[in-house]
């Protein structure tokens, strides 16, 4: 705790603590903000001016607020679990033995996957190959350079990118030959400046590729042409006409949806299985989990644990920092 900023008497001391404590933890500046409200919180309800006073009574009490808010329905269940990651990262900050991290499960707040989690919110290959063939249709058209980056930055979605970071990844700069996408912390677009690490399947590879070949030969950085605001501007205004002139549904998060699916039924195949993720098949957890063991004669802890490996795996090339997300995406 020795040299670290504890005090939290004013706004500013507020701002500076939580730009401290999300470079200490290597995130960004959305996750700086939410340790600002939840450091405002603290200091409300336990009056202390400085983190040195912290006690874990502070703490319950105030995830007892949190769960009375929940009760009232003057707060939702999303909103309460980003203060208590926040209160965890603030508990690891200050790294005192007497203070310890709290789970959300323990005072019944935990975001539990339920049965509507498990819809099915990929992109149909019906609708993504229909919709990059338009955007080069619209490039021959209109010679606008911005279609043809737009269909690049889509396909490359598929080595788990976000759009964003897809359209901004410095891939001129990225040694692929370890069949691994570096992902950096700042400069490539990622959430929350987090950096990681992507294994690459041989597609995925040859897609980057052709996407960096694409910005050799038009002398890009990246492949959003002109500032990141604009950039969005224009695949959301994209997205747009694309849907009303062709009357098709396609959303640029769907792609990592698909890709998310995908992986999930690779890795399966991969140990000798054939099994689709519960988003997929569209049934209930007991329908989707009960077949699995009936057709392939796993034993349900065998097949628990073998399935939450392929999760974390999927977990970690997404780029989420829990699971519980990836599983919204599974089922």
């Keep these: 705790m020795s040299g670290k900023a504890m005090s939290i008497k004013n706004e500013s001391k507020i701002s500076f603590l939580s ?50 808010n929940v009760s009232s329905g003057t707060m939702s269940l999303s909103t309460v679990n980003s203060y ?67 269909k690049h930055a889509v396909s490359i979605q598929s080595v788990n990118l976000r759009l964003r970071e897809s359209l901004q990844i410095k891939l001129l700069n990225k040694d692929l030959s370890e069949n691994i996408l570096k992902v950096s912390a700042k400069g490539d677009g990622s959430k929350n400046s987090r950096e990681r690490q992507i294994k690459l399947n041989p597609e995925q590879k040859a897609l ?21 605001k604009q950039g969005r501007n224009f695949a959301n205004n994209t997205l747009k006409s694309f849907r ?3 009357n098709q549904y396609f959303h640029y998060h769907g792609e990592r949806h698909w890709t998310a699916h995908e992986a999930y039924k690779e890795a399966w195949l991969n140990k000798g299985y054939q ?14 989990l009960g077949g699995i063991l009936e057709t392939t004669g796993l034993p349900k802890s065998e097949f628990q644990t073998m399935d939450k490996e392929i999760r974390q795996e999927i977990s970690r090339n997404l780029g989420h920092e829990r699971i519980e997300i990836t599983n919204r995406y599974l089922g």
């Design 19 to 68: 730009k401290e404590i999300s470079e200490f933890i290597k995130r960004g500046s959305s996750t700086a903000e939410k340790l600002s409200a939840t450091l405002k919180e603290i200091k409300s309800q336990s009056g202390i001016k400085s983190l040195k006073y912290l006690e874990q009574s502070h703490i319950n009490n105030m995830v007892m607020e949190l769960k009375n």
């Design 84 to 150: 208590i990651s926040s209160i965890n990262n603030i508990v690891k900050y200050i790294g005192r033995d007497d203070l310890h991290v709290i789970k959300a499960s323990d005072f019944g707040l935990s975001r539990n996957i339920s049965e509507k989690d498990g819809i099915n919110k990929e992109n149909s290959r019906e609708t993504a190959y229909p919709f990059k063939t338009w955007l080069n249709e619209k490039y021959k058209e209109t010679n606008d350079l911005r279609y043809a980056a737009l």
């Design 208 to 228: 980057l590729l052709e996407a960096r070949a694409f910005l050799k030969e038009n002398h890009l950085k990246n492949l959003n042409i002109g500032t990141i």
């Design 244 to 246: 009303t002139e062709i």
């Design 275 to 288: 099994i689709e993720c519960r988003a997929r098949t569209g049934e209930s957890k007991a329908e989707w």
